[in-house]
C-alpha cells in the first residue's frame, strides 16, 4: 500500500545565485508518493535551476532537502541517482552516437566478468521498451537516428528500469507529436498507479490541468503559490504566472 | 543505414550483400584505397613494392604512428586532441635513453647492457609517459583549459626539456635485448611465426562464433552462417598471408656468420634462416587487440565515445568526465613511451629530432582511420590501417624516387582527400547536411 500522508520530497528555502543573481530565492516545495506536481512559469523564472539541485546537476546555495523525512545532500547526479531520483532532461541528455541499450544503461552498464554485456543490455531493453513503447524497433542504430517519440521512449525507459520513486521530467512532450504526447500521459498515469513522486515542468496549461495533481508557479526566482489543480481554472494558474499573484478566492 | 530509394538495382543488390556481411562501409573504402596504393606501386617498381623484404619494413616503420594512433582515436573520440605526442615521444626516449646508459648503471655500478636495467629503464620509460599524459589530462579535465592549448604547450616544452636531458647530444643505443623491440633486430623467425599465425587464426575464428553464440541465446537475428564463414575466412587468410609472407624473408646470410661468431660457434654451410614476424609488429597488434577491447567492451570505452556524443548527457548520468579525461591523456602518454621504446630500438639510437612532427602523422593516420573530429566516432583498426596507409605510400613514393618534399605534399593532400570523400559519402547517405 503506498503510505500518501508522509512527503517523498520536501525542498525548503532553497536559494540559489549565479554570480549575484538569485535564480532561485527561498523556494520551497513538496511532493507526496503517487503525486504528480506540476512546476510552472515563464522561462527564467527559475523552476529548471530549482529542479536541477534535487537532480545534481547544480548545488544549491542554502536551504535544505529531504528524502522521505531525511535530510540529504546532492552533489552530483551520481547522489541524485542513489536516492532513486531519475531526471528526464528537456535535452534528454542521450549520446547520439549509442544505440538504445548503451543509453539506457549508461552509468550503471551489466557487466560479466568485468566485459559490458551488450547482448544482456540489449535484451533487458527490449524488454522495458516492449512494456512503454511497443512500437520500438530500432536497437541497433545510433539515437541520432530516432524521432523525438522514440527518443523521449529511450530517456523514460531509462528512468523507470532503475526503479525511480521520485522522477523529474522537464517537458516531456514538448518534442512530441498529439499521438506520442497521450503514450507519455498514459505512462504518467502508470507510473502515478505505482506510487512514484513526480515533478513535471510543463508549459502547456492544458497538459498541467490533466495531468498534475498540484501546481507550483514561480516567478522571478520565488514561489508563487502552490495551488490544488481541482480548485482553479486554468485562467487561474495562467494569472498566476503572469502577475505573479495567487487567485482572490485562494489567498489566504 | 538507411536504404536509399533512387540507387540502381545493381548498387542495391550490392548494399544487401555488404549489409549481410555487416561490413563497416568506411572500412572497406580503406581497404579499397589500401589496395590501390599497393596495387600502383607494384606495378611501378617491378614487383619489389610487395617483396616480403619491403613489406617487412613497412610493417616495422608504421609501429610507432600506429601505436600512438590507437591512443589518439580515444583522445579525438572524447571530443579533445594531442598535440604533444610527438615530443612526449622524444622525452620518453630521452629518460630511457640516459636511465639505460648512464644513470641507472652509475647506481647500480652495472656494466651497460645488463638485462636488469633495461627492465627498470623501460619500467621508468612507461611510468613517466604515463605521468606526463595523467598531468595534460588534470590541466585538461580538472583545470578546464582546453587541450588545444596544453598540448601545444606540451609539444614545446617536452621538445626541450628532451633537450636538456641528453645536453642536445644523440645517445648511441647497443644494447641487444633492447634492439629486440626495434624490428629487423627482434623477430620470431618462421617457424614461431607460424604456429603464433596458427593460434591467432583459431582465436579470431572461436571469437566470431562465440559472439554469433551470445547473440542468439538471446532471441536475436544472426548473420547466415556463410557470411560468418566469409568474414572468418578473410579475416584467417589475411593473418596466414602476412605470417607466411614474413616467413620468406632471409635473414642475410653476413648477419648470420656474424650471430654465430658471436656465439663462438661456426655457421654450418648451407644454413638459412628467415625474419617471420617482428617483436615491434606483435607489440602493435597486442595494443590494438587490447585497445579495441577497451573500445568496445569496457565501460571506460563506453563512457569514452559517450562523452564524445554528448558530454552533458555523460555527466548527468553520472559519469566522472573529469577523472575519465585524466585516464584518456595518461593512456595517451602510456603509449607514447612504448613507441619511443620501439621507435629508439629500431633507430638504434636517442636522437633530439625523433619523434618530430609524429604528432600530425598520427593524428592524421586516426582521421584518415575514420575518427571524426567533432568527437563519438572512431576505430582503433581504422587508425592502424590509416597508418598503414600513410607509411605505405611513403615506402612506395621513395623507392620510385620521388622527392621528401613531394612526398610530405602527398600525405598532406591524403589526410584532406580522405576527410572531403568521407563528408561526400555521408552527404550522399543522408547522415549529415
Given at each position: 500500500?503506498?503510505?500518501?500522508?508522509?512527503?517523498?520530497?520536501?525542498?525548503?528555502?532553497?536559494?540559489?545565485?549565479?554570480?549575484?543573481?538569485?535564480?532561485?530565492?527561498?523556494?520551497?516545495?513538496?511532493?507526496?508518493?503517487?503525486?504528480?506536481?506540476?512546476?510552472?512559469?515563464?522561462?527564467?523564472?527559475?523552476?529548471?535551476?530549482?529542479?536541477?539541485?534535487?537532480?545534481?546537476?547544480?548545488?544549491?546555495?542554502?536551504?535544505?532537502?529531504?528524502?522521505?523525512?531525511?535530510?540529504?545532500?546532492?552533489?552530483?547526479?551520481?547522489?541524485?541517482?542513489?536516492?532513486?531520483?531519475?531526471?528526464?532532461?528537456?535535452?534528454?541528455?542521450?549520446?547520439?552516437?549509442?544505440?538504445?541499450a548503451?543509453?539506457?544503461f549508461?552509468?550503471?552498464e551489466i557487466k560479466k566478468r568485468g566485459i559490458v554485456d551488450d547482448a544482456k543490455m540489449e535484451a533487458e531493453?527490449?524488454?522495458?521498451?516492449?512494456?512503454?513503447?511497443?512500437?520500438?524497433?530500432?536497437?541497433?542504430?545510433?539515437?541520432?537516428?530516432?524521432?523525438?517519440?522514440?527518443?523521449?521512449?529511450?530517456?523514460?525507459?531509462?528512468?523507470?528500469?532503475?526503479?525511480?520513486?521520485?522522477?523529474?521530467?522537464?517537458?516531456?512532450?514538448?518534442?512530441?507529436?498529439?499521438?506520442?504526447?497521450?503514450?507519455?500521459?498514459?505512462?504518467?498515469?502508470?507510473?502515478?498507479?505505482?506510487?512514484?513522486?513526480?515533478?513535471?515542468?510543463?508549459?502547456?496549461?492544458?497538459?498541467?490541468?490533466?495531468?498534475?495533481?498540484?501546481?507550483?508557479?514561480?516567478?522571478?526566482?520565488?514561489?508563487?503559490?502552490?495551488?490544488?489543480?481541482?480548485?482553479?481554472?486554468?485562467?487561474?494558474?495562467?494569472?498566476?504566472?503572469?502577475?505573479?499573484?495567487?487567485?482572490?478566492?485562494?489567498?489566504? | 543505414?538507411?536504404?536509399?530509394?533512387?540507387?540502381?538495382?545493381?548498387?542495391?543488390?550490392?548494399?544487401?550483400?555488404?549489409?549481410?556481411?555487416?561490413?563497416?562501409?568506411?572500412?572497406?573504402?580503406?581497404?579499397?584505397?589500401?589496395?590501390?596504393?599497393?596495387?600502383?606501386?607494384?606495378?611501378?617498381?617491378?614487383?619489389?613494392?610487395?617483396?616480403?623484404?619491403?613489406?617487412?619494413?613497412?610493417?616495422?616503420?608504421?609501429?610507432?604512428?600506429?601505436?600512438?594512433?590507437?591512443?589518439?582515436?580515444?583522445?579525438?573520440?572524447?571530443?579533445?586532441?594531442?598535440?604533444?605526442?610527438?615530443?612526449?615521444?622524444?622525452?620518453?626516449?630521452?629518460?630511457?635513453?640516459?636511465?639505460?646508459?648512464?644513470?641507472?648503471?652509475?647506481?647500480?655500478?652495472?656494466?651497460?647492457?645488463?638485462?636488469?636495467?633495461?627492465?627498470?629503464?623501460?619500467?621508468?620509460?612507461?611510468?613517466?609517459?604515463?605521468?606526463?599524459?595523467?598531468?595534460?589530462?588534470?590541466?585538461?579535465?580538472?583545470?578546464?583549459?582546453?587541450?588545444?592549448?596544453?598540448?601545444?604547450?606540451?609539444?614545446?616544452?617536452?621538445?626541450?626539456?628532451?633537450?636538456?636531458?641528453?645536453?642536445?647530444?644523440?645517445?648511441?643505443?647497443?644494447?641487444?635485448?633492447?634492439?629486440?623491440?626495434?624490428?629487423?633486430?627482434?623477430?620470431?623467425?618462421?617457424?614461431?611465426?607460424?604456429?603464433?599465425?596458427?593460434?591467432?587464426?583459431?582465436?579470431?575464428?572461436?571469437?566470431?562464433?562465440?559472439?554469433?553464440?551470445n547473440k542468439?541465446s538471446h532471441?536475436?537475428?544472426?548473420?547466415?552462417?556463410?557470411?560468418?564463414?566469409?568474414?572468418?575466412?578473410?579475416?584467417?587468410?589475411?593473418?596466414?598471408?602476412?605470417?607466411?609472407?614474413?616467413?620468406?624473408?632471409?635473414?642475410?646470410?653476413?648477419?648470420?656468420?656474424?650471430?654465430?661468431?658471436?656465439?663462438?660457434?661456426?655457421?654450418?654451410?648451407?644454413?638459412?634462416?628467415?625474419?617471420?614476424?617482428?617483436?615491434?609488429?606483435?607489440?602493435?597488434?597486442?595494443?590494438?587487440?587490447?585497445?579495441?577491447?577497451?573500445?568496445?567492451k569496457t565501460t571506460?570505452?563506453r563512457?569514452?565515445?559517450?562523452?564524445?556524443?554528448?558530454?552533458?548527457?555523460?555527466?548527468?548520468?553520472?559519469?566522472?568526465?573529469?577523472?575519465?579525461?585524466?585516464?584518456?591523456?595518461?593512456?595517451?602518454?602510456?603509449?607514447?613511451?612504448?613507441?619511443?621504446?620501439?621507435?629508439?630500438?629500431?633507430?638504434?639510437?636517442?636522437?633530439?629530432?625523433?619523434?618530430?612532427?609524429?604528432?600530425?602523422?598520427?593524428?592524421?593516420?586516426?582521421?584518415?582511420?575514420?575518427?571524426?573530429?567533432?568527437?563519438?566516432?572512431?576505430?582503433?583498426?581504422?587508425?592502424?590501417?590509416?597508418?598503414?596507409?600513410?607509411?605505405?605510400?611513403?615506402?612506395?613514393?621513395?623507392?620510385?624516387?620521388?622527392?621528401?618534399?613531394?612526398?610530405?605534399?602527398?600525405?598532406?593532400?591524403?589526410?584532406?582527400?580522405?576527410?572531403?570523400?568521407?563528408?561526400?559519402?555521408?552527404?550522399?547517405?543522408?547522415?549529415?547536411?
Amino acid at each position: 500500500m503506498i503510505d500518501r500522508t508522509k512527503p517523498l520530497v520536501e525542498m525548503r528555502d532553497i536559494s540559489i545565485s549565479f554570480g549575484g543573481i538569485k535564480a532561485v530565492d527561498r523556494v520551497s516545495i513538496d511532493l507526496y508518493p503517487g503525486e504528480v506536481v506540476g512546476l510552472l512559469g515563464h522561462n527564467g523564472a527559475g523552476k529548471s535551476t530549482l529542479i536541477k539541485c534535487l537532480s545534481g546537476a547544480y548545488q544549491k546555495d542554502a536551504g535544505q532537502i529531504l528524502i522521505s523525512g531525511q535530510e540529504v545532500e546532492i552533489n552530483n547526479p551520481r547522489d541524485a541517482r542513489d536516492l532513486n531520483i531519475e531526471t528526464i532532461y528537456q535535452t534528454l541528455a542521450l549520446a547520439d552516437n549509442l544505440d538504445a541499450a548503451s543509453n539506457l544503461f549508461l552509468g550503471r552498464e551489466i557487466k560479466k566478468r568485468g566485459i559490458v554485456d551488450d547482448a544482456k543490455m540489449e535484451a533487458e531493453a527490449r524488454k522495458i521498451m516492449g512494456r512503454l513503447n511497443p512500437n520500438f524497433r530500432k536497437f541497433s542504430v545510433p539515437v541520432s537516428a530516432l524521432s523525438g517519440g522514440q527518443r523521449q521512449s529511450v530517456a523514460i525507459a531509462r528512468a523507470v528500469y532503475f526503479n525511480a520513486k521520485i522522477l523529474i521530467m522537464d517537458e516531456p512532450t514538448a518534442a512530441l507529436g498529439p499521438h506520442e504526447t497521450q503514450m507519455v500521459a498514459e505512462l504518467i498515469q502508470e507510473l502515478k498507479a505505482q506510487g512514484l513522486g513526480i515533478f513535471l515542468i510543463e508549459h502547456d496549461i492544458h497538459n498541467v490541468m490533466k495531468l498534475c495533481d498540484r501546481a507550483s508557479v514561480m516567478k522571478n526566482g520565488q514561489l508563487v503559490g502552490t495551488v490544488n489543480v481541482k480548485d482553479v481554472t486554468d485562467d487561474d494558474i495562467l494569472g498566476m504566472i503572469i502577475l505573479g499573484k495567487k487567485p482572490a478566492h485562494l489567498a489566504a | 543505414m538507411s536504404d536509399q530509394g533512387l540507387s540502381a538495382p545493381g548498387t542495391a543488390q550490392r548494399r544487401r550483400v555488404i549489409d549481410t556481411l555487416e561490413i563497416d562501409v568506411r572500412l572497406l573504402g580503406m581497404l579499397m584505397a589500401f589496395a590501390a596504393v599497393a596495387v600502383v606501386f607494384t606495378i611501378w617498381t617491378g614487383g619489389t613494392f610487395v617483396g616480403p623484404r619491403n613489406v617487412f619494413n613497412i610493417a616495422v616503420q608504421t609501429v610507432p604512428v600506429a601505436i600512438m594512433a590507437c591512443g589518439m582515436v580515444f583522445v579525438i573520440v572524447a571530443r579533445h586532441i594531442d598535440l604533444s605526442v610527438g615530443s612526449m615521444l622524444a622525452m620518453c626516449s630521452a629518460i630511457m635513453a640516459m636511465s639505460q646508459t648512464s644513470w641507472l648503471p652509475s647506481v647500480f655500478g652495472t656494466e651497460y647492457g645488463n638485462p636488469a636495467v633495461l627492465a627498470v629503464t623501460v619500467v621508468i620509460g612507461l611510468a613517466f609517459g604515463t605521468v606526463m599524459g595523467g598531468v595534460t589530462g588534470w590541466l585538461v579535465g580538472y583545470q578546464r583549459i582546453p587541450s588545444f592549448i596544453v598540448t601545444l604547450g606540451g609539444l614545446f616544452v617536452w621538445r626541450n626539456v628532451n633537450w636538456f636531458t641528453t645536453n642536445g647530444q644523440s645517445v648511441s643505443l647497443t644494447d641487444p635485448n633492447l634492439l629486440m623491440f626495434g624490428g629487423t633486430e627482434g623477430v620470431l623467425g618462421a617457424t614461431a611465426s607460424w604456429v603464433l599465425g596458427l593460434i591467432a587464426a583459431a582465436i579470431a575464428v572461436w571469437a566470431i562464433f562465440a559472439s554469433r553464440r551470445n547473440k542468439q541465446s538471446h532471441g536475436f537475428m544472426v548473420k547466415p552462417v556463410w557470411a560468418e564463414a566469409v568474414m572468418a575466412g578473410l579475416i584467417v587468410g589475411v593473418i596466414l598471408f602476412f605470417v607466411g609472407w614474413l616467413s620468406r624473408y632471409p635473414v642475410p646470410a653476413a648477419k648470420l656468420k656474424r650471430l654465430f661468431e658471436a656465439r663462438g660457434e661456426a655457421m654450418p654451410e648451407g644454413y638459412t634462416a628467415m625474419h617471420g614476424l617482428p617483436i615491434s609488429v606483435l607489440i602493435l597488434i597486442a595494443v590494438g587487440v587490447m585497445m579495441t577491447v577497451v573500445a568496445r567492451k569496457t565501460t571506460f570505452g563506453r563512457y569514452i565515445f559517450a562523452m564524445g556524443g554528448n558530454p552533458d548527457a555523460a555527466e548527468l548520468s553520472g559519469i566522472n568526465t573529469r577523472a575519465l579525461t585524466v585516464k584518456i591523456f595518461a593512456l595517451m602518454g602510456f603509449l607514447c613511451a612504448l613507441a619511443a621504446l620501439v621507435a629508439q630500438a629500431r633507430l638504434q639510437s636517442h636522437g633530439n629530432d625523433i619523434g618530430m612532427l609524429e604528432e600530425l602523422r598520427v593524428i592524421a593516420a586516426a582521421v584518415i582511420g575514420g575518427t571524426a573530429l567533432a568527437g563519438g566516432v572512431g576505430t582503433i583498426y581504422g587508425a592502424i590501417l590509416g597508418a598503414l596507409i600513410m607509411q605505405s605510400l611513403q615506402s612506395g613514393m621513395a623507392m620510385v624516387g620521388v622527392d621528401t618534399p613531394f612526398q610530405n605534399i602527398v600525405v598532406g593532400l591524403v589526410l584532406i582527400i580522405a576527410v572531403w570523400v568521407d563528408i561526400l559519402y555521408r552527404k550522399r547517405l543522408g547522415l549529415s547536411k
